[in-house]
């Protein structure tokens, strides 16, 4: 613990030493595959979780079926605490339920059933029941089920309970039980072959929420917290296509939430449409648990292959959950299987590995962060140290998919190219790091997908921009000022690495940044066609199509400029929380034209202060 103290930042050093003397602290940059642990009641309260983030948890996830509102507030809040109070930085992804998940109901002993036994499953409503019989979240559960069909119910230790149906009566399913096992309170369930898609609307639904079945295919309310929750990512459970990721994510956009959305892959369905179900979503859930029992079980590592590699393909972040140390929900050490399968996803290189059960209702969650932390570091230094036997520097990745939520011809080509060069670079190098300046986490982003070996820095101003760049495999972010001077931002970046002792003078780092310079402004006619195509006939534009018209010119104005015009989408209130409790000076201030409208004339006095874009990538080292 004491030397990790000298390693942070003295304004920081207070909340480490909350931290107990036994606990462990990941050390920046080490872990390339990202760490995402479900809080639950054996660690929601604040010192747990700092305890989790510090120990390497990179992202927190919540369940919203789970708990009420205001306990995943409490949680929410005790996460912002930790990313304005301490160098610790957690994203927050919020798991949204589906219309379609059906569960068992609450138990105050969870049953333990034997082969041969009777269970049956109820739609009666009543406030309790005598053993043998539970509760099912849906009504047309009883029109749907049929005699014969095979009931999977999720199960304590990660397995499954199966089910017969024998008989149908008023409104009990009455099975017998096939698979013995102790069923999970609140646990999910599936008919083995149908698609539980119940359309389970009730009589006195309001057309917001037949409107949100139909379109977006999760509860609308839920959506509504996690925008003024404002988190990281939302995560859709149960996704079928690339429509309901579409609808969500133009809600998102309406509401101006830079939320990104993670679409769950857990049915047969979401199976046949994956490639286009990838594409519209910021990011892929591998769901094993709910995949697990929808499909059989000996399909789930193929799916999880091709998953991940179409992940790859469009460039997303890909996560895969549940089961990676589900013994140690109950006892202190994982199985030698469980090591086996987390060595297998890092070697996919997936993005991020999701502990579900092991740290919300685990007996132990530190044990188990900490086990997944030492086995992803083991495989990681092996994969390298195979690396550099090799000696092809080329990195062999498929060339991405555009995509055109942020890709911009020609700008999005050249940010390719500079990436896979800063990547191949960095591997020749043998470079302690590779440096990025992002705004949007584009750049981040394409660096991530290369899976280069020296560890990616991301440096952006906007701090939920930062939150959300912790999922990306091998990035750590930090949050930072631009300055007008681009060198001036590099130096104070680098600065950040030195006092975190990540990297030390004459270390060798690749810098990749976008800078202004070279040619200045635009000829009348140029500006007046780039006017046109973004404002399609209108007088007026608004400052987010300013800055896409600057960019069809290839020009952009300084940082400074663009925050104050609203033309980035900066976290006004956050950023003037974190700067004011870090005590810097804050530069940026919302401006009084923020969502305003601008017509040519204006447009052409922003455009004369604006420079070209240059892509940078620098070979430097430290000083
Ligand atoms: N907020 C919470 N409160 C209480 N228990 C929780 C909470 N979050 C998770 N859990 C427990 O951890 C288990 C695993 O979490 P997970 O989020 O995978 O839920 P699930 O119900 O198994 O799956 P699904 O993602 O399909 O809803 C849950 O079954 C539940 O027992
Ligand atoms: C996490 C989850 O939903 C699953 O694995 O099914």
């Not at 919203?64 to 930085?89: K, M």
């Not at 940044?513 to 040619?519: C, K, P, Q, S, T």
């Not at 005590?583 to 040519?600: A, C, K, W």
């Not at 004339?601 to 874009?613: G, T, V, W």
Request: proline share 5%; with cysteine; hydrophobic share 40%.
């Amino acid at each position: 613990m004491a030397s990790i103290l000298e390693t942070v930042p003295p304004q920081f050093r207070s909340s480490m030493l909350k931290l107990p003397e036994d606990a462990e602290v990941a050390y920046v940059g080490e872990r390339r595959t990202k760490i995402v642990g479900t809080v639950g009641p054996s660690t929601c309260d604040p010192d747990h979780l700092l305890r989790l983030v510090a120990g390497g948890m990179n992202l927190v996830r919540l369940n919203l079926c789970h708990g009420d509102y205001e306990w995943h507030r409490q949680v929410i809040r005790n996460v912002h605490d930790i990313n304005l109070n301490t160098p610790f930085v957690a994203g927050v992804i919020m798991d949204i339920g589906s219309f379609d998940t059906v569960r068992l109901g609450e138990f105050p002993r969870n049953p333990k059933l034997e082969t041969g036994d009777t269970f049956t499953l109820t739609v009666r409503h009543e406030a309790e029941y005598p053993p043998g019989v539970s509760e099912i979240s849906l009504d047309g559960f009883i029109d749907f089920a049929e005699v014969g069909d095979s009931i999977q119910c999720q199960a304590e230790g990660g397995g499954l309970v199966e089910l017969l149906v024998k008989r149908i009566k008023d409104l009990d399913v009455i099975c017998e039980v096939v698979s013995p096992g102790e069923l999970r309170s609140r646990g999910t369930i599936n008919i083995r072959g149908k698609s539980l898609n119940l359309n389970p609307k009730s009589e006195n639904e309001d057309l917001n929420t037949s409107i949100a079945r139909a379109v977006l295919g999760c509860p609308p309310d839920q959506l509504e917290f996690a925008i003024s929750e404002r988190v990281e990512y939302v995560a859709l459970s149960f996704v079928e296509s690339a429509d309901q990721i579409v609808a969500v994510r133009n809600l998102l956009r309406s509401r101006r939430a830079n939320i990104g959305v993670i679409a769950k892959i857990e049915s047969p369905i979401a199976l046949r449409n994956l490639e286009s179900i990838v594409d519209a979503a910021d990011g892929v859930m591998i769901a094993r648990g709910d995949l697990g029992t929808a499909i059989q079980y000996e399909k789930v590592p193929y799916w999880q292959q091709q998953i991940s590699e179409v992940c790859r393909r469009f460039g997303k972040p890909c996560l895969i959950s549940t089961h990676f140390l589900e013994s140690m929900v109950l006892y202190p050490t994982p199985t030698r299987a469980e090591v086996t399968d987390m060595t297998e996803a890092v070697k996919q290189r997936v993005d991020a590995l999701v502990l579900t059960a092991e740290t919300a209702s685990g007996k132990f969650p530190f044990k188990a962060l900490s086990t997944m932390n030492s086995v992803l570091l083991r495989i990681q230094q092996r994969i390298h140290e195979v690396e550099e036997e090799s000696e092809d520097p080329t990195l062999e990745i498929p060339p991405l998919v555009k995509d055109t939520t942020w890709w911009t011809p020609g700008v999005g080509d050249v940010a390719e190219n500079i990436a896979n060069s800063a990547a191949v670079l960095a591997n020749q190098q043998n470079a302690a790091a590779i440096m990025v300046f992002t705004q949007k986490g584009l750049m981040a982003t394409l660096m991530s997908r290369y899976r280069p070996r020296a560890p990616i820095y991301a440096f952006t101003a906007t701090p939920v921009v930062r939150n959300k760049m912790t999922l990306l495999y091998g990035v750590r972010p930090f949050r930072i000022r631009f300055e007008d001077d681009p060198e001036e931002t590099i130096q104070n970046a680098m600065n950040a690495l030195k006092e975190r002792q990540v990297v030390k003078d004459g270390d060798l780092v690749v810098i990749l940044a976008d800078v202004l310079g070279g040619r200045e402004g635009a000829s009348e006619t140029e500006l007046r066609s780039a006017f046109s195509e973004v404002s399609k006939g209108n007088r007026f534009i608004t400052a987010a199509e300013t800055r896409s018209a600057l960019r069809i010119l290839g020009l952009k104005v300084s940082d400074k400029l663009e925050a104050q015009l609203g033309m980035r989408e900066v976290d006004f209130a956050e950023l003037g929380r974190e700067t004011s409790i870090k005590n810097e000076e804050p530069t940026e201030s919302p401006s009084t034209e923020v969502g305003g409208r601008y017509d040519f004339e204006r447009f052409n006095e922003f455009a004369s202060q604006a420079k070209e874009i240059v892509h940078t990538l620098q070979l430097r080292s430290i000083k």
